[in-house]
């Protein structure tokens, strides 16, 4: 009860002590690792080829996949922060799959990762492009139209300065 009437004390996160068989993807291989504690922000793992602090990696289990990067490490142990927030039931229920699921990487696999596929990305790229390049020209044409009646207007101006001098020249001698 004194933790929590200090000012700046922050609960720390419920962690769940687990052992889940996993897959790792470092670099071009996979290996096998274990999940032994997992939290919504993380996890801490053991592999017999631990990678170094600062490499992101890619766990999968089952059809979950957490990708984060390795912030410490220790012998054969490694925490890892989490880029999003994980759902540590999902990842816990999993059931372990029979062989690997496709990657991107496998041939003739349409597979993607993003949670916004490829295809969907650049056709919202391309209508913004298009719609970008429609109020361009809608622009420019509206500055050419005010440009015109301007010059037009000082034609004018000039036009009836010349000729109302030479009719009141005109009408001077009449």
């Known amino acids: 009860?004194?933790?929590?009437?200090?000012?700046?004390?922050?609960?720390?996160?419920?962690?769940?002590?687990?052992?889940?068989?996993?897959?790792?993807?470092?670099?071009?291989?996979?290996?096998?690792?274990?999940?032994?504690?997992?939290?919504?922000?993380?996890?801490?793992?053991?592999?017999?080829?631990?990678?170094?602090?600062?490499?992101?990696?890619?766990?999968?289990?089952?059809?979950?996949?957490?990708?984060?990067?390795?912030?410490?490490?220790?012998?054969?142990?490694?925490?890892?922060?989490?880029?999003?927030?994980?759902d540590v039931a999902a990842i816990i229920d999993e059931p372990r799959l029979a062989s690997r699921p496709r990657s991107a990487n496998d041939p003739g696999s349409t597979f993607e990762r993003r949670a916004q596929p490829r295809m969907d990305a650049d056709a919202r790229i391309a209508r913004q492009l298009e719609n970008s390049r429609r109020w361009s020209a809608v622009f420019q044409f509206g500055v050419f139209i005010v440009l015109a009646l301007i010059a037009a207007g000082f034609a004018a101006s000039q036009i009836y300065d010349v000729l109302s001098r030479s009719f009141s020249e005109i009408e001077s001698h009449l």
């Not at 290996?31 to 990678?51: M, R, Y």
């Open 1 to 86: 009860m004194l933790k929590a009437l200090q000012i700046g004390y922050k609960p720390r996160e419920a962690r769940h002590p687990v052992l889940i068989p996993a897959r790792m993807h470092i670099g071009a291989s996979w290996i096998e690792v274990v999940i032994h504690n997992l939290s919504s922000g993380g996890a801490l793992v053991a592999s017999d080829e631990a990678p170094d602090r600062g490499t992101y990696v890619e766990i999968r289990r089952g059809r979950q996949t957490i990708i984060g990067r390795v912030v410490w490490r220790k012998d054969r142990f490694f925490g890892i922060q989490a880029q999003g927030r994980l």
